[in-house]
């Protein structure tokens, strides 16, 4: 009992102890200072707080955001608002697919695969027996035609002089002819004033003389006209002639063509690749057996058709390359194609049947390279780049 009488006491004196403590401390507060204001210190309280957007740190903020719209419009007017890109693009080249234009065995293959050419490098040789075999054949008969031409000539000669030589004994048959018959009418004239100058017997021997000679003349004029027919027929063989010997030549020609397509050279400078063909292998006519990338390669970026009211012809591109992302290359616009590249397909879309579903076409543009290196950079067909055309 006395322990719980002496806490009671204990408390009852801490209280009287707290609120002596507090009236004293009220009595501070509400006592004016010397200089008719009291410090937060004597009072012991706290100033109010200023707004949020009075302090420093949101004016820095502010000003940081400010400075990130400026610079994020100054970005967008020079480096966006006067560009036309797309990552639909790719490395493009007219690569030439080497196919043999006549059929043989391979005797020679002078390059593999990934190997630089020059324009006018042997590639691949054909076995060109068969084809040296056909142009001898083919010579043996421009010679024979030539040879039969000769004799063709030397017939229209020949059939020439004869008609020359009937016309002459025509002239003279006629000549002869012409006289037999003025010596009958002579004769018979002197005859009928005469009797007594002329026989009987004598005019009939000239009438039958004058006949005579008279079929003679006509004898020339059938053989005149068989040397001119024969004329004819020797000028008919030389044209012949004539005409064997251009298919002869013709035929060495095409020979001599075939021999060249034994040999497959390389039409332009590039870079071979897909090469697979080998020495013993049998080269079929326009079976590709290798192809020729050249070293002219270009871009065909595939635009929307919304992106091209604004690309020309000739404007700057910068082109990045994504195997090389560090390098910038530069090209210019060559050409737009005529239509989008779905018209071209095997099997374009028709949409004037079924439901129509409106879709923004792709129409490639072709743009070159200006500064490709090829002894630095490896650039072929199908290398994804992306294409940034300058149309301001």
Do not use: C
Request: no cysteine.
């Amino acid at each position: 009992m006395e322990k719980l009488d002496r806490r009671a006491g204990d408390s009852s004196d801490a209280s009287d102890e707290a609120g002596l403590t507090a009236d004293a401390t009220t009595d501070k507060r509400s006592a004016p200072s010397a200089g008719g204001a009291q410090s937060e210190t004597e009072t012991g309280g706290t100033a109010p707080k200023k707004p949020f957007w009075h302090r420093p740190v949101f004016l820095i903020l502010l000003l940081g955001l400010a400075a990130a719209i400026v610079a994020a419009v100054l970005y967008y007017w020079i480096n966006v608002a006067p560009y036309e890109s797309t990552d639909d693009a790719f490395v493009d080249a007219d690569i030439i697919q080497v196919t043999p234009q006549t059929s043989g065995q391979v005797i020679k293959v002078a390059v593999g695969n990934n190997a630089p050419v020059k324009e006018g490098d042997l590639l691949i040789e054909i076995d060109p027996a068969p084809a040296r075999a056909a142009l001898e054949t083919a010579t043996a008969q421009l010679a024979r035609a030539e040879a039969e031409k000769q004799q063709a000539e030397a017939s229209v000669a020949q059939a020439k002089q004869q008609a020359a030589e009937a016309e002459a004994n025509l002239d003279a048959a006629k000549v002869k002819a012409n006289n037999a018959q003025k010596n009958y009418e002579r004769n018979q004239r002197l005859f009928q004033s005469n009797s007594a100058a002329i026989s009987d017997m004598a005019v009939d021997d000239s009438q039958a003389n004058a006949r005579q000679i008279e079929a003679q003349a006509k004898a020339s004029e059938q053989a005149l006209a068989t040397a001119n027919t024969n004329v004819g027929v020797a000028e008919a063989k030389l044209a012949a002639a004539n005409a064997a010997i251009k298919a002869a030549k013709a035929q060495v020609d095409a020979n001599r063509i075939q021999l060249g397509y034994t040999t497959i050279t390389a039409s332009q400078a590039g870079t071979i690749v897909q090469n697979n063909v080998g020495v013993g292998a049998f080269a079929t006519k326009a079976a590709p057996m290798m192809a020729l990338v050249p070293n002219d390669i270009f871009v065909t970026a595939n635009y929307k058709e919304t992106q091209l009211d604004r690309i020309r012809p000739g404007q700057e591109v910068d082109i990045h390359v994504d195997a090389y992302p560090s390098t910038d290359f530069k090209g210019k616009v060559m050409s737009i194609q005529k239509g989008a590249g779905q018209a071209f397909q095997l099997l374009p879309p028709q949409n004037a049947t079924g439901n129509f579903v409106k879709v923004v076409q792709r129409v490639p543009v072709r743009i070159s390279m200006t500064n490709p290196d090829p002894d630095r950079y490896v650039l072929g067909p199908g290398m994804s780049v992306t294409t940034n055309i300058r149309v301001d």
